[in-house]
């Protein structure tokens, strides 16, 4: 059994701060890319920031600069920062991995239950 455990969302000002994390326990022999995504209310769920295991980083152009992916690989943890929130950044955030649970197997996808930001004065 895996799971996914995001924390750190609420409520943040426009322009403000927030960091948002993410815990993965369970079975779990190696992880793969994790990545972020979000969903606004009314639209499609979106890619936001992704990392691999070379800790190459992407992007969304509109989060470019304000948002700071990062991982820890020992602690199976990873971390968005964000400054300067905007009110069009209002979503539910969701931690992704691509994970295998056993050495030589199948390559699983895992989802959190999401965490919600609202951007907002």
Request: charged share 15%; aromatic share 12%.
């Amino acid at each position: 059994q895996v799971q996914l455990v995001e924390s750190g969302g609420g409520l943040v000002q426009p322009g403000g701060s927030l960091r948002l994390s993410c815990k993965v326990s369970g079975t779990i022999f190696r992880i793969y890319s994790m990545a972020w995504y979000r969903q606004a209310p009314g639209k499609e769920r979106e890619l936001v920031a992704s990392i691999s295991s070379n800790d190459d980083s992407y992007y969304i152009d509109f989060v470019k600069g304000r948002f700071t992916i990062s991982r820890d690989y020992g602690l199976h943890t990873m971390d968005l920062k964000m400054i300067t929130w905007r009110p069009e950044d209002t979503a539910v955030y969701y931690c992704h991995v691509h994970a295998t649970a056993v050495p030589g197997g199948a390559l699983n996808t895992y989802w959190g239950q999401g965490t919600q930001v609202t951007v907002s004065s």
